[in-house]
Nanobody
Protein backbone atom coordinates (compact mmCIF):
# COMPACT_ATOMS: atom_id res chain seq x y z
CA UNK A 1 0.00 0.00 0.00
CA UNK A 2 1.42 3.34 -1.06
CA UNK A 3 1.68 5.98 1.63
CA UNK A 4 3.08 9.49 1.81
CA UNK A 5 2.92 10.90 5.31
CA UNK A 6 3.83 14.53 5.91
CA UNK A 7 4.85 15.96 9.27
CA UNK A 8 6.54 19.03 10.71
CA UNK A 9 3.91 21.68 10.13
CA UNK A 10 2.87 24.10 12.83
CA UNK A 11 2.57 27.72 13.88
CA UNK A 12 5.59 30.00 13.58
CA UNK A 13 6.19 33.73 13.60
CA UNK A 14 7.27 35.57 10.48
CA UNK A 15 10.99 35.16 9.95
CA UNK A 16 11.01 31.76 11.59
CA UNK A 17 11.65 28.30 10.19
CA UNK A 18 9.91 24.98 9.78
CA UNK A 19 11.17 21.67 8.45
CA UNK A 20 8.62 19.46 6.77
CA UNK A 21 9.18 15.75 6.28
CA UNK A 22 7.43 13.27 4.03
CA UNK A 23 7.90 9.56 4.69
CA UNK A 24 7.17 7.33 1.71
CA UNK A 25 6.35 3.64 1.57
CA UNK A 26 4.88 1.11 -0.83
CA UNK A 27 6.79 2.11 -3.96
CA UNK A 28 10.37 2.34 -5.22
CA UNK A 29 11.13 5.77 -3.78
CA UNK A 30 14.51 6.14 -5.48
CA UNK A 31 13.00 6.06 -8.95
CA UNK A 32 10.42 8.78 -8.33
CA UNK A 33 10.69 12.51 -8.52
CA UNK A 34 9.32 14.15 -5.39
CA UNK A 35 7.52 17.45 -5.14
CA UNK A 36 6.12 19.76 -2.51
CA UNK A 37 2.95 21.70 -3.25
CA UNK A 38 0.85 24.01 -1.14
CA UNK A 39 -2.69 25.28 -1.09
CA UNK A 40 -3.81 28.36 0.77
CA UNK A 41 -7.49 29.04 1.58
CA UNK A 42 -9.33 30.21 -1.50
CA UNK A 43 -6.36 29.61 -3.77
CA UNK A 44 -5.34 26.89 -6.17
CA UNK A 45 -2.71 24.36 -5.29
CA UNK A 46 0.72 25.50 -6.41
CA UNK A 47 4.13 23.98 -6.92
CA UNK A 48 6.67 24.87 -4.26
CA UNK A 49 9.73 22.68 -4.83
CA UNK A 50 10.75 19.50 -6.60
CA UNK A 51 13.63 17.07 -6.34
CA UNK A 52 14.39 14.78 -9.26
CA UNK A 53 15.08 11.11 -8.84
CA UNK A 54 18.73 10.74 -8.05
CA UNK A 55 21.36 8.33 -9.31
CA UNK A 56 24.12 8.59 -6.78
CA UNK A 57 24.96 12.21 -6.05
CA UNK A 58 23.49 13.65 -9.26
CA UNK A 59 20.10 15.32 -8.91
CA UNK A 60 18.20 18.46 -9.78
CA UNK A 61 16.08 20.71 -7.59
CA UNK A 62 13.46 23.19 -8.75
CA UNK A 63 11.77 25.96 -6.81
CA UNK A 64 8.91 28.35 -7.30
CA UNK A 65 10.14 31.91 -7.62
CA UNK A 66 8.29 32.87 -4.46
CA UNK A 67 10.41 30.54 -2.31
CA UNK A 68 13.82 30.61 -4.02
CA UNK A 69 16.58 31.39 -1.57
CA UNK A 70 14.35 30.61 1.43
CA UNK A 71 13.28 26.98 0.97
CA UNK A 72 15.45 23.93 0.37
CA UNK A 73 14.25 20.51 -0.75
CA UNK A 74 16.28 17.40 -0.03
CA UNK A 75 15.78 13.67 0.05
CA UNK A 76 17.25 10.68 1.85
CA UNK A 77 16.77 7.58 -0.27
CA UNK A 78 17.97 5.35 2.56
CA UNK A 79 15.09 6.60 4.69
CA UNK A 80 12.54 6.99 1.86
CA UNK A 81 12.00 10.54 3.02
CA UNK A 82 11.88 13.95 1.38
CA UNK A 83 12.29 17.17 3.33
CA UNK A 84 11.42 20.81 2.87
CA UNK A 85 13.43 23.25 4.97
CA UNK A 86 11.56 26.54 5.10
CA UNK A 87 13.43 29.60 6.37
CA UNK A 88 12.56 33.29 6.55
CA UNK A 89 8.90 32.39 6.54
CA UNK A 90 6.31 34.97 5.58
CA UNK A 91 2.59 35.13 6.35
CA UNK A 92 1.91 34.43 2.67
CA UNK A 93 3.58 31.03 3.10
CA UNK A 94 0.61 29.95 5.23
CA UNK A 95 -0.96 26.93 3.55
CA UNK A 96 -1.47 23.21 3.68
CA UNK A 97 1.68 21.62 2.31
CA UNK A 98 1.50 18.37 0.36
CA UNK A 99 4.21 16.06 -0.84
CA UNK A 100 3.74 14.07 -4.01
CA UNK A 101 5.58 11.46 -6.05
CA UNK A 102 5.83 11.17 -9.82
CA UNK A 103 7.40 8.35 -11.83
CA UNK A 104 9.69 10.34 -14.09
CA UNK A 105 13.30 10.75 -15.12
CA UNK A 106 12.66 14.43 -15.80
CA UNK A 107 15.11 16.87 -14.30
CA UNK A 108 12.94 19.97 -14.40
CA UNK A 109 10.39 19.12 -11.77
CA UNK A 110 8.78 22.54 -11.90
CA UNK A 111 7.25 21.95 -15.34
CA UNK A 112 5.45 18.72 -14.44
CA UNK A 113 1.72 19.37 -14.00
CA UNK A 114 0.33 18.35 -10.65
CA UNK A 115 -2.16 16.06 -12.37
CA UNK A 116 0.71 13.88 -13.55
CA UNK A 117 1.82 13.04 -10.03
CA UNK A 118 1.06 9.46 -9.05
CA UNK A 119 0.79 9.68 -5.28
CA UNK A 120 -0.11 12.38 -2.77
CA UNK A 121 0.11 12.79 0.96
CA UNK A 122 -2.66 14.07 3.19
CA UNK A 123 -1.00 17.41 3.86
CA UNK A 124 0.36 19.28 6.84
CA UNK A 125 -0.67 22.78 7.91
CA UNK A 126 1.95 25.51 8.18
CA UNK A 127 0.79 28.82 9.62
CA UNK A 128 2.99 31.92 9.72
CA UNK A 129 1.84 34.76 11.95
CA UNK A 130 2.80 38.37 11.32
Amino acid sequence: QVQLVESGGGLVQAGGSLRLSCAASGFDFRTYGMGWFRQAPGKEREFVAGHSWSAGSLYYADYADSVKGRFTISRDNAKNTVYLQMNSLKPEDTAVYYCAAVRTRAQAMGVIPSMQYDYWGQGTQATVSS
